[in-house]
């Protein structure tokens, strides 16, 4: 199978924060080295493949025993970019150790906030000076890829917190920083705590994403995707990858893969897993069949969050052209032949654009 990117599901967590929508369970620490088997035994099951990159996401993969995680690392194909997400409180030099000698060249390392208070409205265990030591545990063992996650908008947060959050990343020197919008889903246990907070913490979304891109652009990042910050040639492969619109493969409980117009959905339960690939069958799984347009649609959508012209290849028949052609007058967008682009200010408002620009 030809297979461009890998992800692995690692669903595990000590605690679920109140905010946390993904495919997560807490406890079952009696079945992490059944659910690394599992893994490797429902990837066996898609042949040889050679990827360019690997993601290992959560959950907190970081969570697994060392042993468990040097087995899980060692079971997967070699690729030019792999990717392990950590939570900062578990990271030891024998965990970092053990990332870099099974081939993890790329850290994710879940920060969110390096205020206390914000940490402990998120519910994150990890304590400023925690994230502070990984980052040093890390560099001490020779890891040089480092992307740090943040948060805003969280509860509580002011602008003097935002502008310490900023300082903390800067002074932490990552290569790579993600600074995502807090996005609490209606139902979560998060939106029915905060939510009187959340909405007077919408009002100052826009004031505080201006604030991060203009500092982290002024510190020498760059800005090459909505929510996404690199020094030259740190770039994300794995994340561009669907955001260029390209195959993945992902196994794993609750894993999702998009191969042409086929999309697959692992079921998110973890017994059931488990006992399928114990057995040598696919994990159970939903399948959907995606017409030509549904993808184009998405190619649009998630190409037109990066810096760089889209190239539309057969893709124009999506795009509204009075509509692009207002957004061009509006500065917005920048259409060229069979390129489009959003200029500076219309990445500001990149939700509301790219719903006007598609048919």
């Not at 690692?10 to 807490?26: I, K, M, N, S």
């Not at 982290?216 to 955001?243: D, Q």
């Not at 893709?315 to 007058?329: F, K, S």
Request: charged letters at 25%; aromatic letters at 6%; glycine letters at 10%.
């Amino acid at each position: 199978m030809s297979v461009r990117h890998l992800y692995v599901h690692v669903p595990f967590c000590a605690h679920r924060c109140g905010y946390c929508d993904f495919v997560t369970v807490t406890g079952h620490d009696d079945v992490h080295a059944a659910y690394v088997d599992a893994l490797l035994a429902e990837l066996a099951l898609h042949g040889r493949l050679a990827p360019e990159t690997v993601y290992v996401g959560g959950g907190t993969p970081s969570i697994l025993a060392d042993d468990l995680l040097a087995r899980l690392l060692a079971g997967l194909p070699g690729a030019l970019e792999v990717t392990v997400e950590c939570n900062p409180e578990t990271i030891t030099a024998a965990k970092a150790r053990a990332l870099r000698e099974g081939g993890v060249n790329r850290i994710s390392l879940g920060a969110q906030s390096f205020q206390p208070h914000l940490l402990e409205t998120l519910e994150r265990r990890a304590r400023p000076e925690t994230v502070a030591a990984a980052v040093e545990i890390l560099r001490a063992e020779g890891h040089e890829n480092v992307n740090l996650d943040l948060m805003f908008g969280v509860p509580g947060q002011s602008r003097s917190d935002l502008q310490a959050d900023i300082e903390g990343v800067l002074a932490h020197a990552p290569e790579h920083v993600s600074w995502y919008e807090l996005e609490a889903k209606p139902g979560t246990r998060f939106s029915v705590h905060h939510g009187a907070e959340l909405a007077r913490q919408a009002e100052a979304l826009e004031d505080h994403y201006e604030t991060v891109v203009a500092a982290l652009r002024g510190a020498g990042y760059r800005w090459y995707e909505t929510a996404n910050f690199c020094r030259p040639g740190r770039e994300s492969r794995h994340n561009l990858g669907y955001w260029l619109g390209h195959d993945y493969l992902g196994v794993g409980v609750g894993a999702v893969s998009t191969l042409g117009l086929v999309r697959r959905r692992n079921r998110p339960r973890l017994r059931p897993y488990l006992e399928a690939c114990a057995a040598g069958r696919p994990a159970p799984a939903e399948v959907e069949e995606l017409t030509a347009s549904e993808r184009g649609l998405e190619r649009l959508m998630l190409g037109l969050r990066l810096d760089e012209p889209l190239h539309l290849n057969g893709l124009a028949a999506l795009v509204d052209d009075a509509a692009c052609d207002r957004l061009a007058a509006a500065g917005l967008v920048l259409r060229d032949g069979e390129t489009i682009t959003l200029t500076e200010r219309g990445r500001f408002l990149a939700n509301d654009v790219v719903a006007s620009v598609l048919r």
